[in-house]
């Protein structure tokens, strides 16, 4: 269990929007602690705050109620000092740029010279299994390659923590599985902490070390489950027993919070 080395401390934490007609709840008494070098994986109905509350992390929305610490620093001094990557779900990449283009662009907003740019942009090309694509533009690679650049880009400035925001709900499933090995290949070499926001059990099931379990909304944790997988794992690891009762569990959690849904 994580202590005061915790990545990512809330506490108490909730947000409620302010709209036009009515108050809307997004978020409400979260608690959690993550430690480095942990995969956790959100999984929620719709709707149910996932995303607010990665955006909160990455300080593009500021909490109504509670705290929360990012490396033991406010979100906004944790993103200053770049201590997260992001990934969002569509790979967000320059049409007009090539894909080491891409990855070197905001070293080049951040002032580093062009040959430190180009070699970090190079080696993380290569961890995601690029090399050879340098020159390519967006529109020549696969969703799934596309989406590797962008994994790059947030490596890229080797920040010790991931946030991963439904990075292949829009990929196949074939090319999803293969995502989900390259992953595991990833984190297994770099021991990010890692955050994954997902709608797939099986996913959630086949990458973290914890999976948290939402209700609709207003989003709170409905069950934080401790995965028993070993580390070592594979696609096939899915198929094993106790896959696939961690991954009842979170269907039974999944079902539980669906009855707040209305209040
Ligand atoms: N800026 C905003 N103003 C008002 N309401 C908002 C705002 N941003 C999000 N919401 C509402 O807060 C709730 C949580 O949204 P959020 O996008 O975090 O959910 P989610 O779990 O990520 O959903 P999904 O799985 O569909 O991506 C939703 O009801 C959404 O409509």
């Known amino acids: 269990m994580p ?13 409620t929007f302010q709209t036009a007609d009515a108050p809307v709840c997004a978020l409400s008494d979260i608690n959690l602690q993550i430690g480095a070098g942990e995969f956790v994986s959100f999984i929620g109905p719709s709707g149910c705050g996932k995303t607010t509350l990665m955006r909160i992390i990455a300080d593009l929305e500021q909490p ?3 705290s929360i610490k990012v490396n033991g620093l406010s979100p906004r001094e944790a993103r200053l000092q770049r ?82 925001d439904e990075p292949f709900g829009a990929l196949d499933e074939i090319t999803r599985d293969r995502m989900n090995e390259e992953l595991l290949r990833i984190w297994a070499q770099t021991r990010k902490t ?33 995965s028993p997988l070993p580390a070592d794992r594979s696609l096939d690891t899915r198929e094993t027993a106790a896959a696939h009762e961690l991954a009842h569990r979170v269907r039974q959690g999944l079902r539980a919070g669906h009855s707040y849904d209305g209040h």
């Not at 062009?114 to 969703?143: C, H, I, M, N």
């Open 194 to 226: 890692v955050i994954f926001v997902t709608h797939s059990i099986d996913e959630a099931v086949l990458l973290s070390t914890r999976i948290v379990v939402m209700s609709a909304r207003p989003g709170r944790i409905i069950d934080v489950i401790d």
């Open 83 to 164: 201590s997260y990557g992001y990934v969002f779900q569509a790979p967000a990449l320059y049409a007009w740029r090539n894909i080491l283009r891409n990855v070197t662009l905001p070293h080049e907003i951040m002032g580093t010279g062009r040959s430190e740019a180009e070699r970090k942009a190079r080696k993380y090309l290569d961890l995601v299994g690029l090399t050879g694509f340098e020159k390519k533009y967006p529109w020549q690679l696969s969703g799934g390659m596309q989406q590797r650049v962008s994994i790059a880009r947030a490596l890229s400035f080797d920040p010790q923590l991931l946030l991963m």
């Open 3 to 15: 202590g005061d080395d915790s990545i990512i401390d809330i506490r108490n934490l909730g947000l």
């Open 64 to 66: 109504t109620a509670g």
